[in-house]
């Protein structure tokens, strides 16, 4: 059987791709990572996954919002439906981060989020779309301040097809209205690279184009897409950009839109279908055969049609490989535009298009101006590629005439633009405006370009700015350029991307109220946004909110039930240091892999970054098992991502580590040994026992052939997927196509023997047992206790193949859908000697005319400790669960995703309390793709909650609060009751005389309170600006450009003196005209009453100091921040969630502490109702404007953005050196304070962590120096 092809358009494109990869020595990152997802991901039909969990849950008579049966099966705790909001607080799922991820990759280290790849802008930069990787579309409709997901509980209908989800964005089309809810949104899904082959690129193939008015406005658990997604003609495909037709009326019907796509373009017309209005989407014809040069040489493909716009009535399109073309009857006939080449010799004669091109136009709309690239020499290998900016100055042109492509000369390198990058990371966007008032008036055009990365202090994006002067691209003025004499300017003439995230995909523009430009950047870390033109240095992080972080990996922390850790694509190795907020560890920037947290010295955290590569932190006494260098072999024949396991040993207070590259390494002595070693487990004969070794010993380079070799399992399995310890001395490594076992010795510790349990070609045993098949298999999870594991895969022993349209004269080639397996999770029974079907991926009822169910492949798989015979499985449509019955045979699988939205789910682990205590939570954690991480408490029911935390790792589930902190060592002393993070104190503003400056100059973040004071009022000129008191490379250039620009003494230094500080004191005035400096630095005049977030008052506000976790504030009229959480998928409505707020004073702190809080429970439960409770003596409760204690938080408050309720207290009268003690609780209409105390209230310890509706806060108050905010 040969799957060679006879269409000649498949033939001539596999031709092709064979001399493109003949040119590559190695593959880059880029394309390994994609390699690794596409496998984790599998092809998964979601259309017949949709369609079969209907049926599933009507034949379960499972509600339309996940109301369980009447008959539920028998589980711990069973709960209710598929991707449905939470109705109920059984096994009700949360999500827990990341929010925002802070301290990301780029200059600054700013906030990031995961890939976004594209945006649509309002014209005023007020509201935005934005289209993520595989986590749906996002809203915001403050400037980026904060992000909402649209139909992020919505299961969209599919067909058959492939690897295809409503939720993989390609683009967006919006046409903004007066309002949001007069938006209209469409979502081309399915991202840019989709193939559906092993070793292809893993971005998600699309389902149609979704269609919405207004969807921002609409329900959070609603689902605002229209029925109609032209699924019949667009299914599996990727759709890259659209068009609305010139004169069509948005919406209404006889609206028109072209839209390119990975399956050709296709006119889509609205119209009545049904009873309701709809596209209809139908295939266009391709241009004729275009000039070779420039094009590569074969026929336009099907594929090729990257971008598209409009000129007039003219529509332009660019194809992959082949050039642009123009039609003048929205896309029945085309032409091809001039296509000419940079002179030699920079481009020989006979170089040719390569790759895909992007296309924008000039706000004139009469000028053209198209990104791609060049190959020199086609069929040589490695021949020098040269990127181009071509202009078409004449795309009105009347034939015979066409419009010619001019390229455009000092184009950035393809080093310096997207080495090796281009098809992924490309985005184009254009300005104009007036240079010269004439007349005539001159209008020059200003080019944005975006690709990949550029290397500064560290990576950042590749983003440059020219204006075009003649067939010249020119630095920008005041925005790239690098003036002379100074140092404010452009690192690089021209570059614009520091401080923002690498990879870029979308480049949008806005345009302020005083006619400047607003810069939109989608990227792999989110969203970036510059207010002045995109200068450099003035871009600033918009990810708050925004949870789209494609996971990988996850582990928790033996020990604390909320610290964790995660490996995640494009965004590093992440630990969780809020409620929703996580952080990017400085050594452990890039990709993200395995994560694990040492079982003993639970301080230290190794993450994999790709292949061989692991890190430690702290790194002092590590050491890697490899030292990746260039063309490691040992690398090359890793999985890009793995998993990795760790495990206590019963003896000693030590803990054990193994991983894989393609065989198994452990440790032993991580943190107990200077540095820690490794060792390869052996390849044996059945019970032949052989030393573990170390076969790359010294500098941990590459060694000999035989040390290579060495513990390598014969007959092709491939590189290990994960590994899991079943006990101490037995650990199991699952590799691409098959399973080994390793144990060892009790009576030779050391010494150890392995079995083959699973490898290809295996002779298949008497029934029932059978053999697992798969394309690769997934993950792998021991029975404690026992020999027997569960084994995942993806479901299919082969790929899909794609439908391609009929071009004449070759017909169409149907799709050819994956062959099922046989199951998608097998249980091996150790007695019986083989492996079991459990039946998951049986669970869902055919959807005709197929056959077989549909095929839905599990990724992840755990076993609850506590009942071992309860497992879970993640799959692309949910997660399982089963319980094992007699004979190792398993009950029917029930769905357990009450509140959890559709995605896949990446990784499943389960943290449980190792102390067993009475009452602690047993969590599982679910990695989503796009989505972050979510939990459920297995152990109980949990109510409703809102509340706040005595410290930054107290997740208010155990009782008293452990105090911890699990980010130091185990012995480090315990974290202080008294500090709580969420409450956080500020000068009132605004204020009536601005500080005066004090002091030595500001050179550097040693003066952090000062500097924070000056950033507060300073970012009231330069919006970009955080202010947290650190002094960074891009805060330093705009202290000097604003030097020079005021003119001041010595204006070229970087300091901040008493010249500038006064001069941006005056000058820096908020929305009202008043003093911006104390502002909430979180407002600003597009959201002037916002509340904070967590990340807000986590880094920016700064106390004047901070001794042993005490304030020191100063004797001014404060605002006090109080950060509210909220326990529920369910988030309480504006208005709904308060604080009550209560502050006494005394000469000692510890006079304050013992405070008997007895009362405090009556009195704020009276203010939701009952009896009426005076204020407790002692105790100043500020009012709320409604003249009550209850300080309601003006937005909805959801468990996956915490925010803030500000409350104003004045501490102008307490004597210098005083201690006041601050309490807040929290509480809401869904939880009117009702959390029963765990223990007695008589002192101030004894409330906050026996009560999670309270925390508490000590400050010391001081005079200020100076003058006075408010005399």
Same mark, same amino acid.
């Given at each position: 059987?040969?799957?060679?092809?006879?269409?000649?358009?498949?033939?001539?494109?596999?031709?092709?791709?064979?001399?493109?990869?003949?040119?590559?020595?190695?593959?880059?990152?880029?394309?390994?990572?994609?390699?690794?997802?596409?496998?984790?991901?599998?092809?998964?039909?979601?259309?017949?996954?949709?369609?079969?969990?209907?049926?599933?849950?009507?034949?379960?008579?499972?509600?339309?919002?996940?109301?369980?049966?009447?008959?539920?099966?028998?589980?711990?705790?069973?709960?209710?439906?598929?991707?449905?909001?939470?109705?109920?607080?059984?096994?009700?799922?949360?999500?827990?981060?990341?929010?925002?991820?802070?301290?990301?990759?780029?200059?600054?280290?700013?906030?990031?989020?995961?890939?976004?790849?594209?945006?649509?802008?309002?014209?005023?930069?007020?509201?935005?779309?934005?289209?993520?990787?595989?986590?749906?579309?996002?809203?915001?409709?403050?400037?980026?301040?904060?992000?909402?997901?649209?139909?992020?509980?919505?299961?969209?209908?599919?067909?058959?097809?492939?690897?295809?989800?409503?939720?993989?964005?390609?683009?967006?089309?919006?046409?903004?209205?007066?309002?949001?809810?007069?938006?209209?949104?469409?979502?081309?899904?399915?991202?840019?690279?989709?193939?559906?082959?092993?070793?292809?690129?893993?971005?998600?193939?699309?389902?149609?184009?979704?269609?919405?008015?207004?969807?921002?406005?609409?329900?959070?658990?609603?689902?605002?897409?229209?029925?109609?997604?032209?699924?019949?003609?667009?299914?599996?495909?990727?759709?890259?950009?659209?068009?609305?037709?010139?004169?069509?009326?948005?919406?209404?019907?006889?609206?028109?839109?072209?839209?390119?796509?990975?399956?050709?373009?296709?006119?889509?017309?609205?119209?009545?279908?049904?009873?309701?209005?709809?596209?209809?989407?139908?295939?266009?014809?391709?241009?004729?055969?275009?000039?070779?040069?420039?094009?590569?040489?074969?026929?336009?493909?099907?594929?090729?049609?990257?971008?598209?716009?409009?000129?007039?009535?003219?529509?332009?399109?660019?194809?992959?490989?082949?050039?642009?073309?123009?039609?003048?009857?929205?896309?029945?006939?085309?032409?091809?535009?001039?296509?000419?080449?940079?002179?030699?010799?920079?481009?020989?004669?006979?170089?040719?298009?390569?790759?895909?091109?992007?296309?924008?136009?000039?706000?004139?709309?009469?000028?053209?101006?198209?990104?791609?690239?060049?190959?020199?020499?086609?069929?040589?290998?490695?021949?020098?590629?040269?990127?181009?900016?071509?202009?078409?100055?004449?795309?009105?042109?009347?034939?015979?005439?066409?419009?010619?492509?001019?390229?455009?000369?000092?184009?950035?390198?393809?080093?310096?633009?997207?080495?090796?990058?281009?098809?992924?990371?490309?985005?184009?966007?254009?300005?104009?405006?007036?240079?010269?008032?004439?007349?005539?008036? +001159?209008?020059?055009?200003?080019?944005?370009?975006?690709?990949?990365?550029?290397?500064?202090?560290?990576?950042?994006?590749?983003?440059?700015?020219?204006?075009?002067?003649?067939?010249?691209?020119?630095?920008?003025?005041?925005?790239?350029?690098?003036?002379?004499?100074?140092?404010?300017?452009?690192?690089?003439?021209?570059?614009?991307?520091?401080?923002?995230?690498?990879?870029?995909?979308?480049?949008?523009?806005?345009?302020?109220?005083?006619?400047?430009?607003?810069?939109?950047?989608?990227?792999?870390?989110?969203?970036?946004?510059?207010?002045?033109?995109?200068?450099?240095?003035?871009?600033?992080?918009?990810?708050?909110?925004?949870?789209?972080?494609?996971?990988?990996?996850?582990?928790?922390?033996?020990?604390?039930?909320?610290?964790?850790?995660?490996?995640?694509?494009?965004?590093?190795?992440?630990?969780?240091?809020?409620?929703?907020?996580?952080?990017?560890?400085?050594?452990?920037?890039?990709?993200?892999?395995?994560?694990?947290?040492?079982?003993?010295?639970?301080?230290?955290?190794?993450?994999?970054?790709?292949?061989?590569?692991?890190?430690?932190?702290?790194?002092?006494?590590?050491?890697?098992?490899?030292?990746? %260098?260039?063309?490691?072999?040992?690398?090359? %024949?890793?999985?890009?991502?793995?998993?990795?396991?760790?495990?206590?040993?019963?003896?000693?207070?030590?803990?054990?580590?193994?991983?894989?590259?393609?065989?198994?390494?452990?440790?032993?002595?991580?943190?107990?040994?200077?540095?820690?070693?490794?060792?390869?487990?052996?390849?044996?004969?059945?019970?032949?026992?052989?030393?573990?070794?170390?076969?790359?010993?010294?500098?941990?380079?590459?060694?000999?052939?035989?040390?290579?070799?060495?513990?390598?399992?014969?007959?092709?399995?491939?590189?290990?997927?994960?590994?899991?310890?079943?006990?101490?001395?037995?650990?199991?490594?699952?590799?691409?196509?098959?399973?080994?076992?390793?144990?060892?010795?009790?009576?030779?510790?050391?010494?150890?023997?392995?079995?083959?349990?699973?490898?290809?070609?295996?002779?298949?045993?008497?029934?029932?047992?059978?053999?697992?098949?798969?394309?690769?298999?997934?993950?792998?999870?021991?029975?404690?206790?026992?020999?027997?594991?569960?084994?995942?895969?993806?479901?299919?022993?082969?790929?899909?193949?794609?439908?391609?349209?009929?071009?004449?004269?070759?017909?169409?080639?149907?799709?050819?859908?994956?062959?099922?397996?046989?199951?998608?999770?097998?249980?091996?029974?150790?007695?019986?000697?083989?492996?079991?079907?459990?039946?998951?991926?049986?669970?869902?009822?055919? +959807?005709?005319?197929?056959?077989?169910?549909?095929?839905?492949?599990?990724?992840?798989?755990?076993?609850?400790?506590?009942?071992?015979?309860?497992?879970?499985?993640?799959?692309?449509?949910?997660?399982?669960?089963?319980?094992?019955?007699?004979?190792?045979?398993?009950?029917?699988?029930?769905?357990?995703?009450?509140?959890?939205?559709?995605?896949?789910?990446?990784?499943?682990?389960?943290?449980?309390?190792?102390?067993?205590?009475?009452?602690?939570?047993?969590?599982?954690?679910?990695?989503?793709?796009?989505?972050?991480?979510?939990?459920?408490?297995?152990?109980?029911?949990?109510?409703?909650?809102?509340?706040?935390?005595?410290?930054?790792?107290?997740?208010?589930?155990?009782?008293?609060?452990?105090?911890?902190?699990?980010?130091?060592?185990? %012995?480090?002393?315990?974290?202080?009751?008294?500090?709580?993070?969420?409450?956080?104190?500020?000068?009132?503003?605004? +204020?009536?005389?601005?500080?005066?400056?004090?002091?030595?100059?500001?050179?550097?973040?040693?003066?952090?309170?000062?500097?924070?004071?000056?950033?507060?009022?300073?970012?009231?000129?330069?919006?970009?600006?955080?202010?947290?008191?650190?002094?960074?490379?891009?805060?330093?250039?705009?202290?000097?450009?604003?030097?020079?620009?005021?003119?001041?003494?010595?204006?070229?230094?970087?300091?901040?003196?008493?010249?500038?500080?006064?001069?941006?004191?005056?000058?820096?005035?908020?929305?009202?005209?008043?003093?911006?400096?104390?502002?909430?630095?979180?407002?600003?005049?597009?959201?002037?009453?916002?509340?904070?977030?967590?990340?807000?008052?986590?880094?920016?506000?700064?106390?004047?100091?901070?001794?042993?976790?005490?304030?020191?504030?100063?004797?001014?009229?404060?605002?006090?921040?109080?950060?509210?959480?909220?326990?529920?998928?369910?988030?309480?409505?504006?208005?709904?969630?308060?604080?009550?707020?209560?502050?006494?004073?005394?000469?000692?702190?510890?006079?304050?502490?013992?405070?008997?809080?007895?009362?405090?429970?009556?009195?704020?439960?009276?203010?939701?109702?009952?009896?009426?409770?005076?204020?407790?003596?002692?105790?100043?409760?500020?009012?709320?404007?409604?003249?009550?204690?209850?300080?309601?938080?003006?937005?909805?408050?959801?468990?996956?953005?915490?925010?803030?309720?500000?409350?104003?207290?004045?501490?102008?009268?307490?004597?210098?050196?005083?201690?006041?003690?601050?309490?807040?609780?929290?509480?809401?209409?869904?939880?009117?304070?009702?959390?029963?105390?765990?223990?007695?209230?008589?002192? +101030?310890?004894?409330?906050?962590?026996?009560?999670?509706?309270?925390?508490?806060?000590?400050?010391?108050?001081?005079?200020?120096?100076?003058?006075?905010?408010?005399?």
């Amino acid at each position: 059987m040969t799957n060679a092809s006879t269409d000649p358009r498949i033939a001539a494109e596999k031709a092709w791709e064979r001399r493109r990869d003949r040119k590559s020595k190695k593959q880059k990152n880029s394309t390994a990572r994609d390699a690794f997802l596409e496998g984790s991901t599998g092809f998964v039909d979601r259309q017949a996954l949709s369609a079969s969990l209907s049926a599933f849950m009507t034949q379960a008579e499972i509600g339309e919002f996940g109301e369980p049966g009447r008959a539920p099966g028998p589980s711990p705790m069973a709960g209710p439906a598929p991707m449905a909001f939470a109705v109920n607080n059984i096994n009700r799922w949360v999500p827990i981060g990341p929010s925002v991820v802070r301290q990301g990759q780029a200059d600054g280290r700013p906030r990031v989020s995961g890939r976004v790849r594209d945006l649509a802008v309002s014209p005023d930069g007020v509201r935005a779309y934005a289209g993520t990787a595989k986590g749906g579309v996002w809203y915001t409709g403050d400037g980026g301040a904060t992000w909402e997901p649209l139909g992020g509980w919505a299961n969209e209908p599919r067909r058959i097809g492939g690897n295809v989800s409503a939720f993989a964005s390609g683009c967006l089309l919006v046409s903004f209205g007066a309002n949001a809810a007069a938006d209209f949104v469409m979502l081309g899904t399915g991202e840019i690279g989709a193939r559906q082959r092993a070793t292809g690129h893993t971005a998600t193939r699309g389902m149609g184009i979704l269609v919405a008015t207004g969807p921002a406005s609409a329900a959070l658990d609603g689902d605002p897409w229209e029925t109609e997604t032209g699924i019949n003609v667009l299914e599996g495909v990727s759709v890259d950009r659209m068009v609305r037709v010139p004169g069509a009326v948005v919406g209404a019907n006889g609206d028109q839109v072209i839209a390119a796509t990975s399956g050709g373009l296709f006119r889509g017309t609205r119209s009545m279908v049904g009873a309701d209005l709809g596209f209809t989407w139908i295939p266009l014809q391709f241009p004729p055969a275009p000039a070779v040069p420039p094009a590569r040489g074969v026929a336009t493909q099907f594929a090729d049609p990257t971008d598209l716009c409009y000129v007039g009535n003219r529509l332009f399109v660019c194809f992959s490989h082949t050039g642009v073309a123009f039609s003048d009857d929205n896309g029945n006939s085309f032409a091809w535009a001039t296509m000419n080449f940079l002179p030699p010799p920079t481009v020989p004669a006979g170089s040719r298009l390569i790759g895909r091109m992007s296309i924008a136009v000039n706000d004139d709309n009469n000028q053209i101006y198209v990104l791609g690239e060049v190959d020199t020499n086609p069929f040589v290998n490695n021949s020098p590629l040269v990127a181009h900016v071509w202009q078409i100055a004449n795309p009105g042109a009347i034939a015979p005439a066409v419009p010619i492509a001019t390229p455009l000369n000092n184009v950035p390198t393809t080093a310096n633009l997207w080495p090796g990058q281009r098809d992924y990371d490309q985005a184009i966007v254009v300005t104009t405006r007036t240079t010269a008032v004439g007349p005539p008036p +001159v209008r020059t055009d200003r080019v944005y370009i975006g690709g990949s990365l550029t290397w500064l202090a560290n990576w950042n994006a590749s983003i440059w700015a020219f204006d075009v002067i003649g067939n010249n691209l020119v630095p920008s003025p005041g925005v790239s350029d690098q003036p002379a004499g100074t140092t404010h300017g452009a690192s690089t003439p021209g570059l614009i991307g520091n401080a923002v995230h690498p990879d870029v995909h979308s480049l949008r523009k806005a345009t302020n109220l005083d006619g400047s430009s607003q810069i939109w950047v989608g990227c792999d870390g989110g969203v970036f946004v510059s207010l002045r033109n995109g200068q450099s240095n003035t871009f600033a992080a918009k990810n708050v909110g925004l949870s789209s972080i494609e996971s990988v990996f996850s582990a928790n922390h033996p020990t604390s039930s909320h610290f964790a850790i995660l490996g995640c694509q494009d965004n590093g190795r992440q630990v969780r240091v809020g409620s929703t907020v996580w952080e990017l560890k400085t050594t452990m920037q890039g990709d993200g892999g395995g994560v694990v947290f040492h079982p003993v010295q639970s301080h230290y955290v190794m993450g994999q970054f790709t292949s061989a590569n692991w890190a430690c932190d702290p790194s002092s006494r590590y050491v890697e098992p490899c030292n990746v %260098a260039v063309n490691d072999a040992e690398s090359a %024949a890793s999985g890009f991502y793995s998993g990795i396991a760790a495990i206590r040993r019963a003896a000693g207070n030590l803990g054990r580590i193994a991983l894989g590259t393609n065989r198994v390494w452990i440790t032993d002595d991580l943190g107990t040994s200077n540095p820690n070693t490794w060792r390869v487990l052996p390849i044996t004969a059945a019970g032949i026992f052989v030393q573990a070794r170390d076969p790359r010993p010294g500098g941990r380079g590459p060694s000999t052939p035989a040390n290579l070799a060495f513990g390598v399992p014969a007959g092709a399995l491939g590189p290990v997927v994960t590994v899991k310890w079943s006990d101490e001395r037995t650990v199991l490594a699952l590799f691409n196509q098959g399973v080994v076992q390793y144990q060892e010795s009790v009576a030779n510790p050391g010494r150890w023997t392995s079995t083959i349990i699973l490898s290809p070609g295996m002779v298949a045993p008497a029934a029932p047992l059978v053999v697992p098949a798969a394309t690769f298999f997934t993950d792998i999870e021991p029975v404690p206790g026992t020999s027997d594991f569960y084994l995942t895969g993806t479901g299919q022993t082969s790929q899909w193949t794609p439908a391609i349209p009929a071009v004449a004269p070759n017909p169409s080639v149907a799709a050819a859908p994956p062959l099922p397996a046989q199951d998608t999770c097998y249980y091996f029974d150790s007695a019986a000697g083989g492996f079991r079907l459990t039946g998951l991926g049986a669970i869902l009822p055919p +959807v005709p005319p197929i056959l077989h169910s549909p095929i839905d492949p599990a990724y992840s798989v755990v076993v609850d400790p506590t009942n071992v015979n309860t497992v879970y499985v993640g799959t692309a449509s949910a997660v399982w669960s089963a319980n094992k019955i007699a004979g190792n045979a398993h009950s029917p699988w029930r769905l357990f995703v009450n509140g959890l939205p559709e995605c896949t789910v990446q990784d499943l682990n389960i943290w449980a309390d190792p102390t067993g205590a009475a009452g602690s939570p047993r969590l599982l954690r679910a990695a989503l793709q796009s989505r972050g991480v979510w939990e459920v408490n297995l152990a109980a029911a949990e109510p409703s909650r809102t509340y706040l935390r005595v410290h930054a790792r107290d997740d208010r589930r155990i009782f008293p609060t452990p105090m911890q902190n699990p980010r130091r060592r185990p %012995a480090a002393p315990a974290e202080r009751f008294f500090a709580s993070p969420d409450i956080c104190i500020r000068p009132e503003a605004p +204020v009536t005389n601005p500080p005066s400056f004090r002091g030595t100059n500001l050179l550097n973040g040693s003066l952090r309170y000062q500097l924070w004071t000056f950033q507060t009022a300073f970012r009231w000129i330069y919006p970009s600006i955080i202010p947290d008191g650190q002094w960074s490379d891009q805060f330093g250039d705009l202290v000097e450009r604003h030097r020079r620009l005021l003119g001041l003494p010595n204006a070229g230094s970087r300091r901040v003196d008493a010249a500038l500080w006064t001069a941006v004191m005056t000058a820096a005035l908020d929305e009202n005209g008043s003093p911006g400096v104390y502002r909430a630095p979180w407002q600003n005049a597009v959201v002037p009453d916002l509340p904070g977030s967590e990340i807000d008052l986590m880094e920016t506000v700064i106390p004047r100091r901070n001794i042993n976790d005490v304030w020191q504030v100063y004797r001014d009229r404060s605002t006090v921040d109080v950060l509210l959480h909220h326990r529920d998928t369910r988030p309480v409505a504006a208005n709904g969630s308060f604080a009550v707020l209560l502050w006494r004073s005394a000469p000692s702190q510890n006079t304050l502490l013992a405070t008997d809080c007895t009362n405090l429970v009556p009195f704020a439960r009276s203010l939701t109702g009952g009896v009426p409770q005076p204020i407790p003596a002692g105790w100043n409760v500020p009012l709320a404007t409604d003249g009550t204690p209850l300080h309601r938080l003006s937005v909805p408050l959801a468990a996956r953005m915490p925010r803030a309720v500000s409350i104003n207290i004045n501490l102008s009268a307490i004597p210098t050196g005083q201690r006041v003690l601050i309490v807040a609780i929290a509480g809401s209409t869904t939880d009117p304070f009702s959390a029963v105390p765990a223990g007695t209230l008589d002192r +101030v310890e004894r409330l906050v962590r026996h009560w999670p509706h309270a925390a508490a806060r000590v400050i010391s108050v001081w005079r200020r120096p100076g003058t006075q905010l408010f005399p």
